[in-house]
């Protein structure tokens, strides 16, 4: 009983001398609320930090087609409406997408379609990571960047 009391006191002197490395990350970097989804996972992607700053576009597709802003849940014409208000008033230039994984394919159309017709061009599609790194580190969201072409 000895012992265990005296290595319940080192742990307790331990953990409380230091914050710990994700507290002081957490503190550098807000992050975007929102839905959580299982992204698909690539090798490739590039480092996205400012999807996760508090005034970014984030639009988040569950699978089972659910589309939030944020964490708002809506419809796709409620959708299209918020980004063309997101558009005029903030100056949006690119928007987010956290598609699931296993969300249909039509869903994440519907939503690239609801941006074009807001006006807005550039969009990232936000992806898992295969690289490890050291557990409890934030890192910034990764992705792929793409852009709307319009025939002509």
Same mark, same amino acid.
């Given at each position: 009983m000895k012992h265990l009391l005296e290595v319940c006191l080192v742990a307790l002197a331990l953990v409380g001398s230091e914050p710990p490395v994700a507290a002081?990350?957490?503190?550098?970097m807000p992050m975007q609320k929102g839905i959580a989804v299982d992204l698909p996972?690539? @090798?490739?992607?590039? !480092?996205?930090?400012?999807?996760? /700053?508090?005034? !970014?576009?984030?639009?988040?597709?569950?699978?089972?087609?659910?589309?939030?802003?944020?964490?708002? #849940?809506?419809?796709i014409? !409620?959708? #299209?409406?918020?980004? #063309?208000?997101?558009?005029? @008033?903030?100056?949006? /230039?690119?928007?987010?997408? /956290?598609?699931?994984?296993?969300a249909p394919y039509f869903c994440v159309v519907g939503i690239l379609d609801s941006m074009q017709r807001a006006g807005l061009e550039k969009f990232a599609l936000l992806t898992s990571q295969r690289d490890a790194e050291e557990p409890g580190s934030l890192i910034p969201p990764k992705g792929l960047e793409m852009q709307i072409v319009f025939g002509r």
């Open positions: 002081q990350s957490a503190a550098d996972v690539t @090798s490739n992607a590039v !480092a996205i930090p400012d999807a996760d /700053k508090q005034d !970014a576009l984030v639009v988040a597709v569950s699978r089972n087609c659910d589309i939030y802003l944020g964490a708002d #849940r809506m419809s014409a !409620a959708l #299209r409406e918020n980004i #063309r208000n997101a558009v005029s @008033s903030r100056g949006a /230039k690119i928007l987010y997408i /956290k598609a699931d994984a296993y």
